[in-house]
């Protein structure tokens, strides 16, 4: 069975400050995908990044980057200099084998507040 | 171009009325899915359907009926609604076509049953 757990249920920054969002994940794959979507106030699902079991470079997209190590199941996400505009509950996910048809395997999202 | 579309975006109705969900995608993608959200924000699918065919269907009361006219298409109908059932639904779509696959999800519909 696959599970993705997101510890940190709310938190709350001030604008500017860096904050990381956690994810750990569980698995029997071998091949296996590590998505996260935004969900801001307005409720439609954005999607970040998508990232396989078998790359485990980090990645930077502007003020968002993400640790993937596969030797702690994580895949941790970093907003730099949090803006007011990042305030929305971000979940972590995943997608089991080496098909798009599967379903995703949510955590129950992280709550993120950036006070002005 | 919206790539994901569903109607309606918000459904008011009492308990026991019958309503359906519509959901549409022109990305081209062979496979889509219901997924449900409760008012705690959890995400849990319900169905997902590859070119027209179901291949999954989760622990779901039989109320809930899927259906897939095309591989673009896949409607969602609930008989004798319930106030548990008063959630958001998301359709979503995804395909293996390139490095950009992933799961794409519509607008959401929020439904409410007094």
């Known amino acids: 069975a696959q599970k993705v757990t997101q510890a940190q249920t709310e938190i709350s920054v001030v604008e500017k400050e860096d904050v990381t969002l956690d994810c750990v994940y569980e698995t029997r794959d071998t091949t296996y995908y590590l998505f996260w979507y935004k969900q801001p106030p307005s409720g439609e699902l954005v999607f970040l990044i998508r990232?396989?079991?078998?790359?485990?470079q980090n990645e930077i997209s502007g003020r968002y980057s993400w640790n993937f190590q596969k030797s702690t199941s994580s895949f941790n996400f970093t907003i730099t200099a949090s803006q007011v505009v990042d305030s929305a509950v971000y979940f972590c996910a995943l997608n089991r084998g080496d098909t798009g048809r599967r379903a995703l395997t949510f955590g129950s999202g992280t709550r993120l507040q950036v006070q002005p | 171009d919206t790539a994901v579309s569903q109607t309606p975006k918000y459904l008011v109705t009492q308990m026991g009325n019958d309503k359906s969900i519509k959901c549409e995608q022109n990305?081209?993608?062979?496979?889509m899915y219901w997924y449900k959200q409760d008012s705690k924000k959890f995400l849990k699918i319900m169905f997902s359907?590859?070119?027209?065919?179901?291949?999954i269907n989760e622990t779901v009361p039989n109320r809930f009926s899927p259906k897939s006219p095309d591989k673009a298409h896949l409607n969602l109908h609930i008989n004798s609604l319930e106030l548990g059932d008063s959630a958001v639904y998301f359709c979503?779509?995804?395909?293996?076509?390139?490095?950009?696959?992933?799961?794409?999800f519509g607008p959401g519909t929020r439904l409410t049953v007094l």
């Open positions: 990305l081209g993608h062979d496979t």
């Open positions: 990232r396989n079991s078998f790359d485990e």
């Open positions: 979503a779509s995804s395909s293996l076509a390139g490095h950009q696959w992933g799961q794409f």
């Open positions: 359907y590859n070119n027209k065919e179901l291949i």
